[in-house]
Structures are given as C-alpha cells and as structure tokens.
C-alpha cells in the first residue's frame, strides 16, 4: 500500500498593482487609461484638469444657513463654508481638498484627508447641468457638512490600492488612485505567475459572474454583507444582498439598476447582451453608436415602420432623473416596448425590494430596514419595520442595534453581550460601551472602552470615552483629563466635542481664559454648537 504525499493547498491570491498588469497588457492599459473609470479618484495637484467653472456664485444650504464655494489659490485648491447677515461674513471656514472623486462625466466630488482620516466635502460639480450644488445626499436638511466619513465600503467601488488602519472607520495609511485591473479581474499574483490560470480570464465566467462585477458598484443600494471576501469572478448573492427602495416610475418592479434591469430584458435571456456588449471597459478602438449594436441582432430595424433603423434607445431605454443623485440622468435598462399603462401605482410608503436574489433571507431584510433608517431615511416607520422584523428573525448584534436606536438600551444590553461571545469587531465593542452608559452602568463601560482603546489605538472616540469616564468615576485627575483631551484636539482638531470637553477640564482647573480658547476652536468648526454656545455666554 503506497501512500500519496497531499498537496500544498494552492496559495490565497493576493493583489499585485496595475504596474504587474501592464508589462504583458500594455495596449489594454493604454485603453483603459482613457476611460472615465481611470479617472475615478485622482489627488488633487497642479496638473488636475479643471472641468469645473470656478467663476459660478457660492451654493446656499438654506437649511443650515451656510453658502459654499471652491477656489483654487496658487496650486491648492480650498472649500469654503462661510455665513452672511447682509454683507458681512460672520462666519469662515476654509479645508483643503485633496482628491476628487468621480470622474467628472457625470458628477465630481471631493475628499479632505487629515491625519489619515478621509471625509467627504459638502458641494458637488454637476457636469451635465454645468453648475455646483450640495453633494448627494446633502440636500432638504441632510447636510453633514464636513463630516461624512469615507470608510472601506466606499473605496471599494471608487479607488485602487487603498490602506484602511484597521479597528477605524475611515482612516487610512493611504488613500490610493483610481479604479485598476484587478478591481474588475479580481486579485492577479496567480495570473501574474500563470497566465493561464483560468480562475482570472473574464470571458471563461459566465455571464451572470461578468454582470456581478458591474453590479457590486452600479447596483447603488442598501448593501448587507452575508460573508466577507467576494471578489470578481464569485457569485455576488451568496456575499451580498443589495436592497432598494420601491420605485413606481419603473413599473411594477420598482427598483432601479441597470443590470437588474438588463436582467429583464430579452436582450439578455434571448440575445445573451450584457453590460460589456455597450460600454466596453477599455475599448481599443471607438465603440460603435449603441444603434449600431442594437441593429447586429434586429436587423430588420423597429417591428414598426414608420419607426426609422435610429434612435432605439431614445424610444426602448428612456431617460430620466436619478432618484438619488441630483442632477444627472438615468437611463433605464429594461430595453423594452415603454407603455405608460405598464407604470403601477404604488401605496407609500415604499418598501425595500431585494436587486440580488427574489427570495432574501429576513434576517437581511431587517437588517437592510435597520441601515436604511441609520444612513438614509429616518422615518419612524423603518425602525418599526427594523424592529419588527430583526426581534424575530435577526441576530443578537443586528437586534441589540435596533433596540439602541428604539431607545430601549436595558433591552440591547444582553443582545449586545451574546453579540459579542460570537466575535469581538470595532462596532460591536462601540456599541456594547454607549449601551452601557445609556443603561446607567459607567463601571462596566469603562471597563469597554478602556479593551478598545487597546485594541484600537487610532480610533480616538474611545480613548476620548475612557478619559470622560474615568473623571467622572474619580479614576483620573483633572488635569490629566485635561492634557488627554488637549492631545485629542492635536489629533482631530476639527472635532467640536473634544475642545468642548477640553474647556470643560480647563474651566475646572480655574483656567478660565483657556477655557475661552477651546469653546472659540469648536464653534470655529461647529458655529452652532449649542453646548459651547452656552458655555462662552456664561464665561463673558
């Protein structure tokens, strides 16, 4: 009996740059290279084409009282937030932009980038229209000003290359470029080392893992994650279920996106087209009129015949604004005979609807309610549907949420802590820390707060609850309260609540005009910041 020497297990592949890819496809890259998707985030230098019209007056948020405006000084281009009353300006804020995000064909937005920590800016070049307006989702009151976080999520479908710190949200050892290869073809060092491995060769998967591609970043939803680890070439369902809001101008179906929407059409299920059948992703010589490529399979032209052999997609994919992103055009990819009998009215509110599978499990579709009401639409009604659906079928984590943000913490805290006897993540330790405070027990808090601070030394809010507590319970002076939270504002300098604390601290200690200094910087950053508003009106 001989016995057979097993295997090593083939190695995990890993990423290995564009530069890998362009010394066997450097013809590709030329092509790519001129494409919107190689411009999808770039730094922001000298040399940075300026699309954008300058010259236009400044945006004005008339929910929160604050006008908008970019200028490039010398080579820097800044963004400013500033108030008026008549001519005066009463209030001034000036960032640095570091990257533009989007490609500039539709839209270009901007990222400020401050001690490794990324965030988006306020305004937004449209490019159809030519104009500047608040960003998307900044709009009716939604303003978030300089404080949206740009986390992994984001960069996935935006950039290359990127370095997130671990145990943070939107910190990063490196911001990376623009949209690569392997963003599409998935890791390459077994490519790079077997060219005819094909596990990476894009025409041997099938159409629907081609389409999965496109649909990881242009199916813009509400994305659960079932698993971690999907990579081009996998089956997007089995990683993610990505949910949108009922739509009814898009008939009975009601979501929108154009791959779940090609999905429909006989162009797919009888004529076997796909996204790159129109929109190759780096086309060595000019494309074809889409016309042209509708007539390769209708050669007779439109059943119609006053109909001329032109125009097809005008008539079968019709155009209209985006319900998400202002100011640019969708248009929708259910190729298909439009009747308006074929609109259905819905009932509102609108429901979620499931773009990756028919039949998503309720436990993800709570979850989705539950992310939907966190990020997008506070509606009382979707923590409701959350919170119905999550106490039934979703997980301790996903239920110890949903009754955090219902205000029941006493009924979060043992949820949290089962959460937490399965795996121990950023957001969990986060959340179990404020449901302790939340539920009056600031030892056992502590006691959280300080395991995370040591986990995650770059996160600064845990840290900062740490120094707040350990005050509070008699742990730590003030005065080494005060020096740590003085080291917070070193670190994020444009977080109001730090220096508000800070003067705080400094005000215990008799520092009065210290004091003065701290609640100055953070109305600097947060102009209507009531705790410090009030603070400084009592120490005038």
């Given amino acids: ?51 954008e019209d300058f010259t236009q007056p400044p945006v004005y948020d008339k929910h929160l009282d604050f006008y908008y405006q970019a200028k490039w000084e010398g080579d820097t281009l800044y963004l400013y937030e500033f108030r008026l009353r008549g001519r005066d300006t009463v209030y001034l804020r000036r960032e640095k932009a570091d990257f533009v995000i989007g490609s500039g064909h539709q839209t270009r937005s901007y990222l400020i980038w401050r001690n490794g920590f990324l965030y988006e800016a306020p305004i937004t070049w449209y490019a159809l229209p030519r104009k500047w307006d608040l960003s998307p989702g900044y709009a009716e009151g939604r303003n978030s000003r300089f404080g949206r976080e740009i986390q992994p999520p984001c960069m996935a479908c935006h950039a290359s290359g990127w370095e997130a710190v671990p145990w943070t949200y939107n910190r990063f050892h490196q911001v990376g470029g623009p949209i690569g ?13 077997n060219p005819h491995d094909t596990a990476y060769h894009w025409r041997r998967w099938h159409p629907l893992r081609q389409m999965d591609v496109c649909s990881r970043c242009h199916l813009e939803g509400i994305a659960v ?54 929109h190759h ?14 007539m390769s399979c209708h050669t007779q032209g439109c059943k ?16 209209g604004e985006s319900s998400d992103i202002p100011h640019t055009r969708f248009t929708d990819h259910f190729i298909r005979v439009v009747r308006d009998t074929m609109r259905w009215h819905l009932l509102e509110p609108s429901r ?16 989705a309610y539950l992310k939907w009401y966190s990020e997008e639409n506070p509606a009382p009604w979707v923590l409701v549907e959350a919170v119905r659906i999550l106490t039934k079928y ?48 600031p030892e056992k ?93 009592r120490l005038s």
């Fill in 1 to 51: 009996m001989s016995c057979q020497r097993r295997s090593d297990p083939p190695a995990v592949p890993t990423y290995v740059g564009d530069a890998v890819c362009q010394k066997c496809h450097a013809d590709v890259a030329a092509a790519y290279a001129h494409t919107w998707k190689a411009r999808s985030l770039l730094p922001i230098t000298p040399a940075t084409p300026r699309i």
């Fill in 181 to 193: 290869c392997e963003a599409c073809h998935g890791p390459g060092s077994r490519h790079a080392e």
């Fill in 225 to 278: 994650e079932k698993r971690p680890g999907w990579k081009p070439g996998d089956t997007l369902a089995a990683y993610w279920a990505i949910f949108l809001p009922e739509r009814p101008e898009l008939g009975r179906f009601g979501i929108a996106s154009h791959a779940e929407r090609l999905l429909r059409s006989a162009c797919y299920r009888k004529g076997g087209a796909t996204c790159t059948t129109c």
């Fill in 281 to 294: 992703p780096h086309p060595k010589k000019p494309m074809p009129p889409y016309e042209q490529r509708c």
């Fill in 304 to 319: 119609r015949p006053e109909h001329p052999k032109s125009g097809c997609v005008s008539c079968h994919m019709p155009r």
């Fill in 352 to 367: 979620l609807l499931c773009a990756t599978e028919p039949a998503p499990d309720s436990s993800l579709v709570g979850a």
């Fill in 394 to 441: 979703g997980s301790p984590a996903q239920q110890a949420q949903a009754y955090m943000l219902s205000g029941s913490p006493h009924q979060a805290v043992p949820l949290a802590e089962k959460a937490l006897a399965q795996d121990t993540t950023l957001q969990k330790l986060e959340m179990y820390g404020y449901l302790l405070e939340m539920s009056g027990q």
């Fill in 445 to 537: 808090a502590l006691a959280v707060w300080s395991e995370l601070e040591r986990r995650a030394p770059a996160y600064p809010e845990a840290k900062f609850r740490r120094v707040i507590l350990s005050y509070q319970l008699g742990k730590l002076s003030a005065q080494a309260a005060y020096e740590a939270l003085v080291q917070l504002t070193r670190e994020q300098p444009w977080n109001a609540q730090f220096h508000y604390n800070a003067a705080v601290m400094a005000g215990t200690l008799g520092r009065l005009e210290v004091a003065r200094a701290h609640l100055r910087a953070a109305l600097q950053y947060e102009p209507d910041y009531k705790p410090a508003i009030e603070a400084l009106r």
